[in-house]
């Protein structure tokens, strides 16, 4: 049976939840093998892939093409698409559209970065038709505003904030969190606190769920890593060693070998 939205809630009580970014459909059929529930195509795709220094340069056009691509594969996962900076504090209508070309384009959902101030428009979408993943915490799309990525939820303000962004995205129509880098006490205080679940990245082992960016977790990337991330691959290696093993085989005119 394929994922939707309510087996990802009904998760919640069970075990925890699995995902993990993809952004085209040999790592989302591979990942979909693998029995992960979750794929998002990030707009991480614009660090990942494409890059780019922050996902702001990130364009709602790529990121129909990368959710195209991964929705060609008929996979058993819930895939979900990122709403790309720009859009989740403009006119209703211009988020509505970009929303509705992401599901046409085969997402089952669109996350939305931001807590309480979008509260509102993630109801309007909701109740449009639109299935939203929250995003609360680190906010990779405000990295112009917040200098550089940190922990958040240290100071006692900051936690009520985000319990507050969390208690108002539920009461929206959030089907579920993303809980970015958020301090492991107030992440669990989260997750015991709303009825939808926290799936977290880089906020402790006490979230309803995990999701990782798939190059940092295959070790398939160029760049360091955050420090919260585990490898369990180093790719890059094998990758470097074939493209090695090749080079030196088309020049000993080893290859081809009929
Ligand atoms: O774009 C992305 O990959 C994300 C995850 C890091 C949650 O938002």
Redesign the pocket.
């Known amino acids: 049976m394929n994922t939707n939205i309510q087996t990802i809630q009904s998760l919640k009580s069970v075990r925890p939840i699995v995902a993990t970014?993809v952004y085209d459909s040999v790592m989302a059929q591979l990942a979909d093998q693998s029995g992960i529930d979750l794929l998002?195509v990030?707009?991480?795709v614009g660090t990942t892939i494409l890059g780019f220094e922050t996902?702001i340069n990130v364009t709602l056009e790529m990121m129909l093409h990368h959710t195209s691509a991964v929705s060609r594969v008929q996979t058993k996962a819930l895939i979900v698409s990122?709403l790309p900076y720009g859009y989740s504090h403009d006119a209703f209508e211009h988020i509505f559209e970009a929303c509705r070309k992401l599901i046409q384009a085969g997402a089952s959902a669109v996350?939305i970065e931001g807590g309480s101030s979008i509260a509102p428009t993630i109801k309007r979408l909701v109740d449009s038709g639109i299935p939203v993943l929250g995003?609360i915490g680190l906010l990779?799309q405000q990295i112009k505003n917040l200098g550089k990525y940190r922990k958040f939820g240290k100071t006692e303000a900051e936690a009520k904030a985000l319990m507050q962004d969390a208690t108002a995205l539920e009461d929206a129509g959030c089907f579920a969190l993303?809980g970015?880098m958020i301090s492991e006490t107030v992440a669990k205080e989260i997750s015991e606190m709303v009825k939808i679940p926290l799936i977290g990245?880089g906020s402790g082992v006490h979230c309803d769920g995990q999701?990782l960016?798939s190059n940092d977790l295959l070790g398939l990337t160029t760049k360091a890593v955050p420090s919260f991330v585990h490898s369990f691959s180093n790719l890059s290696e094998n990758v470097i060693q074939s493209f090695q093993e090749y080079k030196n085989a088309v020049i000993e005119r080893k290859y081809p070998n009929e």
């Open positions: 970014t998002l990030g707009d991480s996902t990122d996350k995003h990779p993303i970015e990245i999701i960016v």
